[in-house]
């Protein structure tokens, strides 16, 4: 008996098919195990079993409205316009499900982004599954700079709202073909859409719901480094499947996209490092880490526009940029009032502008993502360093879209939820930690039905 196919049609990829899913099981990996690991052991031993918490419950809530209505808002058709900003005017989808068995199963599209780019080879299943991981990891990251005093009743309602609201616009506009996309502003893989976002949300957020303890700020000893640097391993392999999985083909692209993601993010963690031992005396793995993070935020909206050369360069500046700004304006007034826990500003906000500014300086166009059949032409950027100015300012343009997008939307949705449940645990709360909030510890000894906490916070 002849085997059929299950989706018979010239469409079908399957090896590009096979790449999309390794690659978005790799950016899934990045936050189920990675950052809630990395998180559960940078934290105090007290905070270790709710920071983990977190970000397991954000990247189950944000799929469920990923399916049901998000992924529509950030990838379907058009449904908002806004004709006074130009540049096709397109900022939004129409929300609605991905459920059935014709839209998982159907070819993937994305509908107002089509014309610019190859049939895709793969079905909507993968792509809606690939997109969901990016959306779920944005959210996480974000988190990163409320560790310690949010409550948890009121990140359970933050979580849907602000993906349903917030992320959807930024997506759309980039990467959907929205306006800002359509007026040539480029993110190969989230710089923008992700990182700033993160940062630009975390940062409004800390400040809305307002510091931990000061004894939590004064003394937050990781519980486990090793832990962390576990996190953070899989956090830096799973950037292979974040940045090689963007051009939707498994294709030369791809590749360079790859290697240009492990040698930026090689370059920022030795200067991050070299940094350290000359101004500070001694390596921090600490700092190592931050580093890493620093060059996979910064190349990730330049991985598959910019050369190896060019990746050295961008992962330099991305450890040196960042680590001016936390050591230095770190200290100032500002940075002191808002308690930005895990320096989320830094990392990825500060480095998501080295990365998209850096596009606009070093995209270089012999770097093709798509490669022109007939009368279509090649798909590649043309940044300063080849003549095209422009660029630079297009992205500056972006990147103040998605900065104004997040601080007055986060601000609007912590306020509307904090009339709803406090946004703020309370001090004996936060004093005790996991144990006050989930009847858990991180680190207890049991025997006989009869739990020994490790003692200390």
């Given at each position: 008996m002849a085997i059929v196919p299950a989706l018979p049609g010239s469409w079908l990829d399957t090896?590009?098919?096979?790449?999309?899913?390794t690659a978005a099981t790799f950016v899934g990996l990045q936050s189920v195990p990675g950052l809630?690991?990395?998180?559960?052991?940078?934290?105090?031993?007290?905070?270790?079993?709710?920071?983990?918490?977190?970000?397991?419950?954000?990247f189950a809530a944000v799929l469920i409205v990923w399916m049901l209505w998000s992924y529509n808002m950030a990838f379907g058709k058009p449904w908002l316009t806004m004709p006074f900003i130009g540049g096709g005017n397109q900022f939004i989808g129409h929300p609605g499900q991905i459920t059935s068995a014709w839209n998982e199963t159907k070819e993937a599209v994305i509908p107002a982004?089509?014309?610019?780019?190859?049939?895709?080879?793969?079905?909507?299943?993968?792509?809606?599954?690939?997109?969901?991981?990016f959306a779920a990891i944005t959210v996480i990251i974000l988190q990163g700079s409320i560790l310690g005093r949010m409550s948890f009743k009121?990140?359970?309602?933050?979580?849907?709202?602000?993906?349903?609201?917030?992320?959807?616009i930024g997506a759309f506009s980039l990467w959907a073909g929205g306006w800002l996309g359509s007026m040539g502003v480029v993110d190969y893989s989230g710089g923008y859409v992700i990182h700033l976002t993160a940062a630009a949300s975390g940062f409004t957020a800390a400040a809305v719901i307002g510091p931990r303890l000061p004894r939590d700020r004064e003394n937050f000893q990781p519980n486990s480094l090793l832990i962390t640097m576990v996190g953070a391993?899989?956090?830096?392999?799973?950037?292979?499947?974040?940045?090689?999985?963007?051009?939707y083909f498994a294709n030369a692209d791809a590749g360079a996209a790859v290697l240009n993601t492990n040698v930026a993010t090689a370059?920022?963690?030795?200067?991050?490092?070299?940094?350290?031992?000359?101004?500070?005396?001694?390596?921090s793995i600490l700092g190592a880490v931050n580093g890493m993070i620093a060059g996979l935020?910064?190349?990730?909206?330049?991985?598959?526009?910019?050369?190896?050369?060019?990746?050295?360069?961008?992962?330099?500046?991305?450890?040196?940029?960042?680590?001016?700004?936390w050591n230095l304006?770190?200290?100032?007034?500002?940075?002191?009032?808002?308690?930005?826990?895990?320096?989320?500003?830094?990392?990825?906000?500060?480095?998501?502008?080295?990365?998209?500014?850096?596009?606009?300086?070093?995209?270089?166009?012999?770097?093709?993502?798509?490669f022109g059949t007939g009368k279509d032409s090649n798909v590649n950027v043309t940044g300063a360093l080849f003549g095209n100015w422009h660029q630079v300012l297009l992205q500056l343009y972006g990147a103040a879209f998605i900065i104004v997008l997040n601080v007055v939307g986060t601000f609007i949705i912590l306020k509307l939820i904090g009339l709803v449940v406090p946004l703020r645990l309370s001090e004996e709360s936060m004093l005790i930690g996991d144990d006050a909030l989930h009847g858990e510890e991180a680190y207890a000894i049991y025997g006989d039905g009869q739990k020994i906490p490790v003692m200390g916070d």
């Open positions: 090896g590009d098919n096979a790449w999309q899913l809630v690991v990395l998180y559960g052991g940078i934290v105090k031993k007290k905070w270790a079993i709710n920071s983990a918490f977190m970000a397991f419950y954000a982004a089509a014309a610019g780019m190859p049939p895709i080879g793969f079905p909507m299943a993968t792509m809606v599954f690939f997109q969901f991981v009121a990140w359970m309602i933050f979580v849907p709202v602000w993906m349903s609201i917030i992320y959807p391993g899989i956090l830096w392999l799973g950037w292979d499947g974040f940045n090689g999985g963007d051009p370059a920022s963690l030795l200067t991050w490092t070299v940094l350290d031992v000359f101004v500070h005396g001694r390596p935020v910064a190349i990730t909206p330049a991985a598959g526009y910019i050369n190896g050369g060019e990746a050295i360069v961008l992962g330099i500046a991305a450890g040196i940029l960042p680590w001016m700004t304006l770190g200290k100032t007034w500002l940075f002191r009032k808002v308690d930005d826990v895990l320096g989320v500003f830094h990392t990825h906000g500060v480095a998501a502008l080295v990365g998209g500014i850096g596009t606009g300086i070093l995209a270089d166009p012999g770097m093709i993502e798509y």
